[in-house]
């Protein structure tokens, strides 16, 4: 099947887009479903008695709970919406890590974590005097069960790991992290950014404690993102922001806070976005992920393999097939990696230049950046043809300054 026909990008751009690593494409059903929203229901939700407001909290409940059902949460107020999964791992770092750091506690994240993911716990371990340490990948770009253990202290009380890197495309066996984590009193904080647009998530047979994620990298809008946690941590948390809508009472010097999840939505949520991803669940669910496994595995082998015959180009990826998802790094040698993807941009294909919000795992490389073509179940063979086609080209434009 054609996926690319359900997008109407591509029916307007004749362009091969490999960047779905930084936002996907956005299918009909999903901006039909927003049009809907504004042409019927546009109302603020949880703000008014009248039957349009009702409606419209209706719309964004209802789409909570097809969250919950999608990552098979326990409760649906164990969903809280944001505006993306950085906001989401703020929120963790300042209302959970803030009270439940002290000096002589670690918390524990690999080196592969986006900034989002890191910069919130250096800011909160330099604050409570707790020590940030790392889980170092090995040559295979993947994280070993050694170096995982060796970190994971009975001192640690945090740890946080991405699922997938956005950089290598390295699949994290966090389920067992959860569990060994766990085994040492620790608090496992998941980023499953890059994973849940590919595979299936289950917060529950993963035992993952919160886990976040964005929605305009599985078909949704920009802005709108999700925090899963788990409904007894949630409830000792302190809100992260505060506002309309997440009170309860407010008197002259005390408020109280309402009940989950509104503690953790203050202010006019990002409506349209909720129902856009509500329609994204849909358009995945009506695909499946098999089907979406299936055509990572397919394209990205394909890539795999038309790319490894590139003696010229750097490959940042691990041999091991079963634990990569549908991102490959890559640089030819001796290039800049931006000047490499203006010249792909020249033939129309889009991939993603620059340290990805990932410069300590740059500098543990020995590098400053790379190209980066994520895929996505819009992506074809003929895509990749197009980007080896233009790496081809970049190459030969620079090959007589290149010192092999």
Known sequence: MNFKEDFPIFKNRDIAYLDSGATAQKP???????????????????????????????????????????????????????????????????????????????????IMEHHSNLVPWQFVTQKTGSELKYMYINDEFELSKEEIESKITDNTKIVGITHVSNVLGTINNVKEIIKYAHKKGAVVIVDASQSIPHMKIDVQDLDADFLAFS?????????????????????????????????????????????????????????????????????????????????????????????????????????????????????????????????????????????HCAQPLMRFLGIDSTCRASFYIYNTKEDVDRLVAGIEKAYKMFEKYINR
Request: proline share 4%; glycine share 8%; hydrophobic share 40%.
């Open 28 to 110: 009909q059903i999903v901006i039909d479903a927003i049009n809907n929203f504004y042409d019927k229901f546009n109302a603020n939700p949880h703000r008014g008695a009248y039957t349009l407001s009702v409606e419209a909290t209706a719309v964004y409940e209802d789409t909570r709970e097809k969250i919950a059902k999608f990552i098979n949460a326990k409760h649906p107020e164990e969903i809280i919406f944001s505006k993306n999964a950085s906001e989401s791992l703020n929120l963790l770092a300042y209302s959970y890590g803030l009270d439940n750091l002290k000096n002589g506690d670690d918390v524990v994240i690999s």
């Open 215 to 355: 929605g305009h990298k599985m078909f949704a809008p920009l802005g709108i993102g999700v925090l899963y946690g788990k409904r007894e941590l949630l409830n000792k948390m302190n809100p992260f922001l505060m506002g309309g809508d997440m009170i309860e009472y407010v008197h002259e010097q005390k408020t109280t806070f309402a009940p989950l999840p509104n503690k953790f939505e203050a202010g006019t949520q990002n409506v349209e976005g909720v129902v856009g991803l509500g329609a994204a669940i849909d358009y995945i669910n009506s695909i499946g992920y098999d089907k979406i496994q299936e055509h990572d595995r397919e394209i990205v082998e394909y890539a795999r393999e038309k790319l490894s015959k590139l003696d010229y180009l750097y490959i940042y990826m691990t041999p091991n097939a079963e634990n990569h998802s549908a991102v490959i790094s890559f640089n030819i040698k001796g290039v800049h990696p931006h000047d490499v993807a203006s010249i792909l941009d020249s033939e129309n294909v889009c991939v993603r230049s620059g340290n």
